[in-house]
T-cell receptor
Framework: GNSVTQMEGPVTLSEEAFLTINCTYT??????LFWYVQYPGEGLQLLLK?????DKGSNKGFEATYRKETTSFHLEKGSVQVSDSAVYFC???????????FGQGTRLTINP | NAGVTQTPKFQVLKTGQSMTLQCAQD?????MSWYRQDPGMGLRLIHY???????DQGEVPNGYNVSRSTTEDFPLRLLSAAPSQTSVYFC????????????FGSGTRLTVV
């Protein structure tokens, strides 16, 4: 079935470290891929997306590339800040489907 | 633009009580959904709507009802609250399918005692 598997957290890094949060998916065809971020006490916010193979989504210094051959959409940032501390969700949406399939979320904590 | 507005933000119910979680969006989005978020389980789809007058079940619909009489509003009704419905509920909307991302409300934290 359709699913999203994320790197287990929590992840703790120091400020200015390099960040990778792994995400792989199972789906038929060519789904759209998303990363959402949830800050404490808030709803989810769309961070970036990619809609076809080899597309790179980017926003606020975060990037993720749609890799069809490895069914992956890993989130990266070159230099994290304390303000990046949040829970990050990877998700996909099949063509013609209403449902977004979410991973379980990865809690990220950045220490000064 | 207010985006997606959910009320209330917090609610405590007794087992067996009923209530309605309100959701409104002002972006003229056709697609609206209700998700629940539980620790370690990500977000699970309860019900969704692809337009006024059209609703369908998601993966965890039992114990919940929805209706969509207008494009803007998509209330979620708990018929007879149970402790298993203790969760954080998110309403979300998007313009269309596929590559359109969802806009989420800020959530309703519900506790059933």
């Amino acid at each position: 079935g359709n699913s999203v598997t994320q790197m287990e957290g929590p992840v703790t890094l120091s400020e200015e470290a390099f960040l990778t949060i792994n995400c792989t998916y199972t789906a038929t065809g060519y789904p759209s891929l998303f990363w959402y971020v949830q800050y404490p006490g808030e709803g989810l916010q769309l961070l970036l997306k990619a809609t076809k193979a080899d597309d790179k989504g980017s926003n606020k210094g975060f990037e993720a590339t749609y890799r069809k051959e490895t069914t992956s959409f890993h989130l990266e940032k070159g230099s994290v800040q304390v303000s990046d501390s949040a829970v990050y969700f990877c998700a996909h949406s099949q063509q013609g489907a209403q449902k977004l399939v979410f991973g379980q979320g990865t809690r990220l904590t950045i220490n000064p | 633009n207010a985006g997606v507005t959910q009320t209330p933000k917090f609610q405590v119910l007794k087992t067996g009580q009923s209530m309605t979680l309100q959701c409104a969006q002002d972006m003229n989005h056709e697609y609206m959904s209700w998700y629940r978020q539980d620790p370690g389980m990500g977000l699970r789809l309860i019900h969704y709507s692809v337009g006024a007058g059209i609703t369908d079940q998601g993966e965890v619909p039992n114990g919940y009802n929805v209706s969509r009489s207008t494009t803007e509003d998509f209330p979620l009704r708990l018929l007879s609250a149970a402790p298993s419905q203790t969760s954080v509920y998110f309403c979300a909307s998007r313009l269309g399918q596929g590559g359109f991302g969802y806009t989420f409300g800020s959530g309703t934290r519900l506790t059933v005692v």
